[in-house]
């Protein structure tokens, strides 16, 4: 267990609707990431924040949105869905020490599938 | 655009053997390279990493081997078991671009008993 912690572990959904993924980062961890992972594409970056600020941006669509709390929990919005949106999505947190602050541990995701 | 290629896709080794999976990068800005674990319906967990100035690490009977000059980095699983039946992910930081993760494709490795 990484002490990241997401909710809803599934989700079902249909196509144009919105939805919202949530995610409460190690107790600590002041950065939380949000990836994708699906087979056609793999893991991939979607956005970083830290802190309640927005610090770097990957393949992230339009359609997607992100915010950090200021009690540090995340949610991912992710709207107008469509079926290529089917995939798990990840959070991961790191330690906000030096030494360890590259380290990302990630939770057990979201489970989306859009029908 | 693929950054990171990581091969084998699969794996099949017996218990007790060595599993090597390898990767190869493309941007000599990435400075940090941790390899995950990942089993059916879990998330990621990290498992080792490797800064570029360091050429080998070890932890238990994971070993990592970095060379710098062929952009190159490989996960050893020494007297590998049953329970490391998993998938496989290196991955890839530019730490100065921000700390986003750039995955290889993964490599799925069965440990038969």
């Known amino acids: 267990d990484s002490g990241v912690t997401q909710t809803p572990k599934h989700l079902i959904t249909a196509t144009g609707q919105r939805v919202t993924l949530r995610c409460s980062p190690r107790?600590?961890?002041?950065?939380v990431y949000w990836y994708q992972q699906s087979l056609d594409q793999g893991l991939q970056f979607l956005i970083q924040y830290y802190n309640g600020e927005e610090r770097a941006k990957g393949n992230i669509l339009e359609r997607f949105s992100a915010q950090q709390f200021p009690d540090l929990h995340s949610e991912l919005n992710l709207s107008s869905l469509e079926l290529g949106d089917s995939a798990l999505y990840f959070c991961?947190?790191?330690?906000?020490?030096?030494?360890?602050?590259?380290?990302?541990?990630f939770g057990p995701g979201t489970r989306l599938t859009v029908t | 655009q693929q950054q990171v290629k990581q091969s084998p896709q699969s794996l099949i080794v017996q218990k007790g053997g060595i599993s090597i999976i390898n990767c190869a990068y493309e941007?000599?800005?990435?400075?940090?390279f941790p390899w995950y674990q990942q089993f059916p319906g879990k998330g990621p967990a990290l498992l080792i990493a490797i800064r570029p100035d360091v050429s080998e690490k070890k932890e238990g009977r994971f070993t990592i081997s970095f060379n710098k000059s062929a952009k190159q980095f490989s996960l050893h699983i020494m007297d590998s078991q049953p329970g490391d039946s998993a998938t496989y992910f290196c991955a890839a930081m530019e730490k100065a671009a921000g700390n986003k993760l750039t995955f290889g494709g993964g490599t799925r490795v069965l440990v038969k008993p």
């Open positions: 991961a947190s790191s330690p906000r020490d030096r030494g360890n602050r590259y380290e990302q541990y």
């Open positions: 107790s600590g961890d002041l950065s």
């Open positions: 941007n000599t800005a990435f400075d940090y």
